[in-house]
Structures are given as C-alpha cells and as structure tokens.
C-alpha cells in the first residue's frame, strides 16, 4: 500500500499505558520525514495525556527500524519530501527528548543508523537475541547528528568514537555490557516484555512513572536543546550507498 494512503505509525492505547507503531514493514520500517512526523504527533499527544505512565515504540512485522529510507530518497522521479529541509527528523528527537512519559524500544532485528537513534532516545530498551545495533554512516560518508546527541547523553566520549568510528553490528550482549541496553529477551518475546514493563509501569500511582523520569532528566546539563539536536538534512543521504 503507498505511504499516501495510510498512517506510517499505529498508535493503541490501553489502560494507563501506549504502543507506538512504526508501519513500514514491507521498507523494513526505515524512516522518511513523513513517518517522523507522524511519531513526532503521537509521543507530543500522548505526552499530553496524564492518563499515559508508559508508551512502547516498536516496529510493525518484526523490525524496529532500518534507517533513513534511501530506497524511497534515492528513486526518480524522487518523492515530494526529497530536497526539503523539513526539520521533520530533528522536530522528533526534539519530542522525544522533552516527552515526559518514559518510552520503552522493543528492539527486534536491528536498529541501524536512524533507527539506532530511536533506540537511544528511549529509556528502556529490551533487545531481541538476535537483534543487532548499528551506527554505520561512517560507511556512506555522513555525519550522525542525532545518535552524536543521544550517545553524549547515554555513554561515554569513548563509546560513542568505539560505535561509530568502527561503524560495526553491535551485538546484543555487547550492548548490555556498555549499558545501553536494559535487557535481552528472546526474539518472540521482546514486544510482550515491553507490554508486561508498561503495564507495571501504569500500576504504580498516578504520575510516579512521570515524576521518576522528571528526575533523571533533571540531571541532564543541557542548556538549550535546540542546539543540542542540530538541524539534519536527509539530503547528505542522496546519494549514500545502502549498508551491507
């Protein structure tokens, strides 16, 4: 189905808690401005609702996510969005950095390059055994502001040179080791564990999942995050070769 004639995320909500949906499973889930704003508008609404002590993100059909979609940046004629400085990627991490209800990744498959950045920017993230991470642009000659950001406020200096210098498949035992992974689950289990962890988390008194983030952001030495997340073209993807 095209992209024009459905939503590219799904959002369910349940009993105090929300899932996020990205639906792009025939693209690998791999991300264009359009889906970014569209996830964007789900975590800006549901950090609106006080009723939400936990949203899941995960990907539709068993992948979280694969990226900036090059495939759709790359074709010709190329789409509507290719050329334009949208601001649609950064106005999300944005979002996601601000959003006051704690965001639980279901890492299935992998998270590569941009979907790498998604990963990071929750605050919990349950790890597929087979799932592998990847902050490879350092092979299609492009910057990473977005994973730069969040690994500056995950990890140390050198973890982040270790991750993206070598641009390698991180393993997820690996991942657990430098402490950017919460856990590791078998591949068929890992969205139910994220379910079971937001329906804990929506047990617990009104506003404590909210009030406990609240906290741990409170220690984050950021002055003004518009700077922080700098502005991103898709643009230096152009004409990036896909990662192998």
Known sequence: MPDIDRHLCIVERHAGWAEIIINRPERRNSIIPPLAAEIRNAIEALDKAPD??????????????????????????????AGKDTGDI?????ALYRCK?????????????????????????ICGEKAFFQ?????QGAGIPMNAAWL???????????????????????????????EIFPD???????QEIAQRLAEKPLGASRKIKDS?????????????????????????????
């Open 52 to 81: 939400i002590a936990a949203i899941v993100l995960r990907g539709e059909g068993g992948y979280f996510c694969s990226g900036i979609d090059l495939k759709a940046l790359q074709q010709d004629p190329p789409p509507d969005w």
């Open 90 to 94: 950064r106005n999300l991490h944005l």
């Open 101 to 125: 209800v704690p965001i639980i990744a279901a890492l299935e498959s992998f998270a590569i390059n941009a979907g790498a950045s998604l990963a990071l920017a929750c605050d919990l993230i």
């Open 135 to 139: 902050i490879g642009e350092i092979h």
């Open 152 to 182: 500056r406020i995950k990890t140390t200096e050198q973890v982040a040179a270790r991750l993206a210098l070598m641009g390698d498949r991180v393993s997820p035992r690996e991942m657990l080791q430098l402490g950017l992974v919460t």
């Open 188 to 194: 068929d289990q890992v969205v139910q564990r994220c």
């Open 216 to 244: 741990i952001q409170a220690q984050r030495q950021i002055d003004d995050p518009d700077a922080f997340f700098p502005q991103s073209s898709t643009n230096a993807l152009k004409d990036a070769p896909m990662l192998k």
